[in-house]
């Protein structure tokens, strides 16, 4: 089963060069131990909610707004689609994710079509 890995993280917070350079390495390690366990599928890292647009339509029209969906203390900054047994196989590999350390990793099942 599918499941995308939604990582939640405070993109306000401020860190030094070097963990930021540990951060990026540990998702590296991430992907590619996913990668040879053959349960990674895809994943990108977003750009900062300043870049978000929102469409919603209303009544035919269509309204856009800057910025996310919601205000919220952690914002979507990446995600991981995965490839798992099950549920607990997927909460397993969600918590070798390096910002379950730092921000939310919501694992959520992709609709099988």
């Not at 540990?22 to 590296?28: I, L, N, T």
């Not at 939310?104 to 099988?112: K, L, S």
Request: aromatic share 8%; hydrophobic share 45%; with cysteine.
């Amino acid at each position: 089963m599918r499941y995308a890995m939604l990582i939640c993280i405070d993109e306000t917070e401020v860190v030094s060069h070097e963990e930021a350079v540990r951060r990026s390495d540990a998702f590296d390690a991430f992907a590619a131990r996913a990668g040879a366990r053959g349960m990674l599928l895809g994943g990108e890292r977003l750009r900062p909610t300043a870049t978000a647009t929102s469409v919603r339509v209303s009544n035919g029209d269509v309204v856009i707004a800057d910025g996310p969906f919601a205000e919220t203390k952690e914002q979507m900054g990446g995600f991981f689609l995965v490839e798992c047994k099950d549920l607990d196989e997927a909460i397993a590999l969600a918590a070798e994710l390096p910002a379950a350390e730092y921000g939310t990793i919501e694992v959520r099942p992709v609709w099988e079509r």
